[in-house]
């Protein structure tokens, strides 16, 4: 079994209540801290973590909260970003409703470390019941002088609240999430000024993942140090994979960052090998943003060498051969699954997430929906893949915030390693109305079933 | 004329309270989630401009975060409203069918309302729950991993509990 730190202590029948989370050692990262540890201290511990942020970005957490500008009496603001909406990601939503209070822990930590006294969650609306759930752990944390002024005795103040969104994949971008927060469209920022200078009502923000931010529970208490031992290289700790699609055992597992991504897909221990006795096609790693991957560049990298779940190795040939962790939202499929139409339907997914501020986006988008549409629906001509590449390559790098790389990337992806069925889409309109391309040569080199 | 009951106005004030003096807008998402709920499941221009009354604001800035956001209605919805998820991940789990299936037991298509006004069928986009694909939101739940039967129940449930609340 791999070593857990954050869902260690998940399987504890009634953990989600504060008693037995408190009883199984819950809040004691709140009191080293408040008691023995000045905030640069805890800033100190978290970089030496090597903790990388678990949103998608993978930016150094510890060098993120050091960016903070402080100036003199304004405000500063800890903002979590739990609007979960990368499709392939469900990891965060996972936490949250089996053990809410690991994020109030780690929020009262992280708030003291940036010096925040009115932190806020923002969370999707769409997820209600969790909105339930997190404050029902913020009223407890609040009764048992967790939260509060002058917690333990310490002068510190910290208040905790839920912001709920109301459905817009966009406001996942933080200053978009910002924008939302203060009660308008969620329209990201021109940037600079980054939020650590001018966020949250023009204040001093940070904002971090729902993951990112439970982790720091486990660094303060085992010591920055010892975290860095756990995982590889420069993919420290653990990390939660959220993994859907066509597998035996789809759900959340936090994997040690020093695994195979053939021991992830085909161990019973995760996700159980490829469902129905069928064979690997392809993999979108880390969320629908980063690159699809067919399996022989999945397994092995393109020198040949053994993939591994880690940031470096996942990334490893750059998007020529490579993808990306990002969120950790893992999408296997299978030898049924036609790489045109879920090309389609995330770029329909982009199309409507798109906020419209910015015209390559809110037209690239459009258009390659409607492309992608004709090409799966037997309508598309051969220059139109060539169109659909020119379309993604004007979008990417030309937008305000990240939604547009984000919806370029898995449209060149899909192009780059599987063209031929898009030209069997043109050359074959009808025949791909009835049956799947398959596996043409995409199959893993291994033998089903390892 | 609408107007929130006190218990929902006191509910308001604490919204408010969330946020720092003179920073009342960011109340705003939160009160139309409220008010939707209060108002018919649907924000009317008149509810709209009762929110804003209520938070001080300018209606187009109420007007331009309520059409900006999913869940907001903007037209009048069923009683009960199926938001089938149908990005990447469902598809693979066989969302289409399910969609398909939805549209056919209720004789609407998505973005349709029953005639009896009992459910809305609407497609969403990824709603976080790949893992439990296929599904769907039914008010402030999920229901997962769907299949022909569970949906058969789920709608005999709806109309169950809307004759027993009738």
Known sequence: MGRKLLLDKVGIVGIRSYDVYRKNGGYSSVEKVLKTMSPDDVTNEVKKSGLRGRGGAGFPTGMKWGFLAKPEGVPRYLVCNADESEPGTFKDRYLMEHIPHLLIEGLIVSSYAVGSNRTYIYI???????????????????NNGWLGKNILGSGFDCEVYVHPGAGAYICGEETALLESLEGKRGNPRIKPPFPAVKGLYGCPTVVNNVETLSTVVPIINMGGDEYAKYGTGKSTGTKLISACGNINKPGVYEIEMNISVEEFIYSDE?????????????CVPGGSSVPVLPAYLLLKTAKGE??????ESLSDGGFQTGSMLGSGGFIVYDEDQCIVRNTYS?????????????????????????????????????????????VQGNIEGNTICPLGDAAAWPVAAAIRHFRDEFEWHVTHPEEAQRRNYGLAGYAEPLKAGV | ?????????????????????????????????????????WLSPETMDYVASLLGLLTIEVYEVATFYSMYNLKPVGKYVFEVCQTGPCITRGSDDIIKYIGERLGIKPGETTPDGLFTLKTAECLGAC???????????????????????IIEECRRSAAINN
Request: aromatic share 10%.
């Open chain 1, 124 to 142: 999707r609306g769409e997820f209600g019941w969790i909105v339930d759930i997190l404050e029902q752990a913020i009223a407890e944390a609040k």
């Open chain 1, 270 to 282: 995760y996700c159980g090998g490829i469902a129905n006795g069928k064979r690997l096609k392809a």
């Open chain 1, 306 to 311: 053994t993939r591994m779940m880690t940031y």
């Open chain 1, 346 to 390: 995330f770029s329909r997914f982009y199309r409507h997430e798109s906020c419209g501020q910015c015209s390559p986006c809110r037209e690239g988008t459009f258009w390659m929906e409607k492309i992608l549409w004709n090409l799966e629906h037997g309508k598309g001509k051969m220059k139109d893949i060539d169109l659909l590449w020119s």
């Open chain 2, 1 to 41: 004329m609408i107007q929130f009951s006190e218990e929902k106005l006191k509910q308001v004030e604490k919204i408010i309270a969330r946020y720092p003096e003179g920073k009342q807008k960011s109340a705003l998402l939160p009160v139309l989630h409220l008010a939707q709920q209060e108002f018919g499941g």
């Open chain 2, 131 to 153: 893992g439990y694909a296929p599904m769907m939101q039914m008010g402030k739940g999920y229901k997962e991993h769907l299949t022909k039967e569970k949906v058969d129940e």
